[in-house]
């Protein structure tokens, strides 16, 4: 434990014992997953196939506390946690704001981002019940290298579906993917019924992330001894990031801190929920009064301008359907940088506390974004992911605010990864040469409960 001027930094014996589950302080549950062949509640029986067990009971646990398992704490010391909370004194002089700005660091491990924190709980226990063979699909491949790498630690065989798009534009991480022991495939692949079928409609499919979890989930259910993992948007797996958070909440307390502003990015909701969940408990106790701020891309506006419905997790419409905030699983990912944001759909659980007001959201341009995340690595030194640069841009914003009306505030904020391997992307911008998308068109859900019935 201590800390600089610069860095709070934990022990590894300050990393949390437990995971924390928000479903056992929300105010009322969250709707269940409904069963694709029937749209009535899915029984977790069915899951089994799918998912590791215990990954299915932590889905539906409403316990507080999951205890963290010893082999999982070991991997977490590994990798390593706990991670430095930073006070960026450097931005804040550059913005001349009295607003105090903190950000959790999540990039310093081999991977480079938050996923591991639920990759190596993941792969643990599918370890434990005797799998061998996970899958697994991946945009930009943050999540397909998290797996990875986590799957070689506990010695299992990874297969990855990559969006075709990124599988050629983006080699880097599929070769960290490959060199970590796993296959990497382009989907849609000539590995799955679903796959080849899109491939014989439309050879030149650049994909999509909806489209890559359908050829997954179908070559764990017709694999032996295979299950398929997940990288965001379930439950379990905000639950498995809630280290971040509580880490978080010990380092504020180290510089007698309370924060007024809790900001992050959302692609499916699993880096923000990790980080912000442990405080949300405390708001929706009446113990904090805080804002939590979720930061989208605007090519992507799955809160902004989603719908809160159920819909299907997938294109192929395998998976059970979610009620999330939706732009449809039909929707044709734009080829923005910050890969993490582009799925159709958000955590249950995140667009249940945006729905409820719990929560505000914004979407930024990625210019937007990047303009942020430049000056952001010109006063911190950290290069950030541009899903991180989208969470930039508000704490800018706000730091400005500050200033204006002379506030104070405690702005945190999660970073969840570095973007040494986008440097494709940042050299666009500094060229002058990044593009927005704008998303006009929505392939909004047809499935909506109250009709299905
Ligand atoms: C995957 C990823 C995201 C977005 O996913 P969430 O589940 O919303 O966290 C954000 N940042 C980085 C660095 C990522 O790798």
């Known amino acids: 434990m ?56 932590q889905e539906v646990s409403q316990e507080r506390y999951v205890k963290i398992p010893d082999e999982v704490y070991d991997a977490y010391k590994w990798l390593p946690r706990p991670t430095p909370l930073y006070r960026a004194r450097k931005l804040e002089e550059y913005l001349k704001t009295p607003a105090r700005i903190y950000y959790k660091w999540e990039g310093v491990n081999p991977a480079g981002s938050h996923k591991p924190n639920t990759a190596f709980a993941q792969a643990y226990y599918n370890a434990k019940q005797g799998i061998e063979n996970l899958t697994t699909e991946t945009g930009a491949g943050q999540w397909g290298s998290a797996l990875s790498m986590a799957a070689a630690y506990f010695g299992l065989h990874a297969r990855v579906y990559m969006v075709s798009a990124s599988y050629n534009q983006k080699p880097g991480r599929r070769v960290m993917m490959e060199t970590w022991g796993a296959k990497c495939f382009s989907s849609p692949s000539d590995q799955t019924s679903y796959g080849k079928k899109l491939q014989e409609e439309d050879p030149n499919n650049p994909g999509s992330l909806g489209i890559a979890i359908s050829e997954a989930v179908e070559d764990a259910v017709t694999h032996d001894n295979t299950r398929y993992t997940l990288g965001s948007v379930l439950n379990h797996v905000l639950m498995h990031q809630t280290v971040i958070g509580q880490e978080v909440e010990k380092q504020l307390d180290i510089v007698d801190k309370k924060p007024d502003v809790l900001v992050g990015n959302i692609g499916g909701g699993s880096n923000f929920g990790g980080f912000c969940l442990p405080f949300m408990g405390k ?56 890969g993490g944001l582009r799925y159709h759909g958000m955590a249950p659980i995140i667009s249940y506390l945006i729905q409820k007001g719990y929560m505000e959201s914004y979407a930024y341009s990625q210019t937007a974004a990047f303009d942020a995340a430049t000056i952001f690595a010109r006063t911190e030194g950290i290069i950030p992911a541009p899903e991180s640069a989208h969470e930039i841009r508000y704490v800018i914003d706000e730091a400005f605010r500050c200033k204006r009306d002379n506030k104070s505030e405690v702005i945190v904020f999660n970073n969840s990864g570095h973007g040494l391997l986008d440097l494709s992307a940042y050299e666009l911008y500094n060229s002058g040469k990044l593009e927005d998308f704008e998303a006009t068109e929505f392939n909004y859900p047809t499935i909506v409960r109250e009709e299905a019935r």
């Open 2 to 57: 201590g800390s600089n001027d610069r860095a709070i930094f934990l022990d590894q014996d300050d990393i949390p014992r437990n995971w924390y589950n928000i479903q056992a302080d929300l105010p009322e549950p969250i709707p269940p997953p409904l069963d694709p062949g029937t749209l009535q509640p899915i029984n977790p029986e069915k899951l089994l196939r799918v998912f590791a067990k215990e990954l299915v009971l």
């Open 283 to 338: 708001k929706l106790k009446g113990k904090l009064d805080a804002r939590f701020v979720a930061c989208e891309s605007a090519a992507v506006p799955h809160t902004t301008k989603g719908k809160y419905t159920y819909d299907y997790g997938d294109t192929g419409h395998l998976t059970p359907l979610l009620k999330m905030l939706t732009l449809g699983s039909e929707f044709r990912n734009p080829p923005i940088h910050a």
